[in-house]
């Protein structure tokens, strides 16, 4: 007798338990860089708004990100800092060259604290004390820091004063807590933090110009392509160039 009057009590919460289940499996996931927390929240948080499409959004480095997805993590849409890692994801079969876009582009800066006095020769900052850039092997925030040290004929003296992180987010963290004299971060990173600000824009001919991309995941669902293909809306241009990001020719106007 006991038994069949738990019975509809278990009925009753296996359904509950499906129904967040689905739930759940409604949200399309998007892995993307650390460099983009901010937009990204606000971009999802329209496309929710607009298209009524929940999402969950997972930030890390875009080297980590990437060995994620190739470890089976489960996303839906892909965004990398550069092309390169599109390309790398691309190689595993994990998404279609096909599907890339284009969506969003920054710039390099040399970040310190806010009450910092400018330095008489900023280049002072990358070689005479520690700094922070990202790691140059992995994060392409680090990359094209990097590049950019090299065309300056700094990278010999730079890489013995550099502390590198795992994304650009912990490279900014370092400046604003005064670990280090100075940061090489991209421009966007420079501005959410008050307790940092730009000292000196790299100019974009030091280094491989910065471009974030996104992609649907092969084989994901029409949720996906739908939310790469609003990256590129009108609404999302105003949203990026809202905070600092520049955008590259063919979006929407």
């Known amino acids: 007798m006991k038994t069949h009057r738990l019975l509809p009590a278990l009925t009753a919460i296996l359904i509950l338990l499906v129904g967040v289940g689905a739930a759940h499996a409604q949200k399309l996931i998007v892995f993307a860089p650390s460099s983009m927390t901010d937009v990204m929240a ?5 496309y929710q708004q607009e298209e009524q499409g929940e999402i969950s959004l997972s930030f890390a480095g875009t080297s980590q990100l990437a060995r994620q997805l190739d470890g089976g993590a489960p996303a839906g849409v892909f965004i990398t800092a550069d092309k390169r890692w599109m390309d790398w994801a691309s190689e595993r079969d994990l998404i279609d060259p096909a599907t890339y876009v284009k969506f969003a582009g920054n710039r390099l800066v040399i970040a310190i604290g806010k009450d910092v006095p400018s330095p008489d020769d900023p280049k002072s900052l990358l070689t005479k004390g520690f700094f ?3 790691e140059p092997d992995a994060v392409p925030a680090g990359r094209y820091a990097k590049q950019a040290l090299e065309s300056l004929g700094l990278w010999a003296q ?5 502390i590198f992180g795992e ?11 005064g ?4 940061a090489l971060v991209y421009a966007t990173d420079a501005q959410i933090d008050p307790r940092v600000r730009e000292l000196i824009s790299i100019k974009g001919e030091h280094h491989d110009p910065i ?7 092969k084989d994901a669902d029409r949720k996906s392509t739908a939310f790469v293909k609003f990256l590129r809306s009108q609404r999302v241009r105003v949203i990026l160039e809202e905070n600092g990001f520049t955008v590259p020719e063919g979006i929407e106007q």
């Open 42 to 46: 606000a971009i999802a948080q329209s």
């Open 158 to 162: 730079a890489r013995k004063q550099a």
């Open 167 to 177: 994304n650009v987010r912990v490279t900014l963290r370092r400046v604003a807590l």
């Open 132 to 134: 922070a850039m990202a």
């Open 179 to 182: 670990e280090v004299n100075a």
């Open 211 to 217: 471009a974030y991309w996104a992609a649907p995941v």
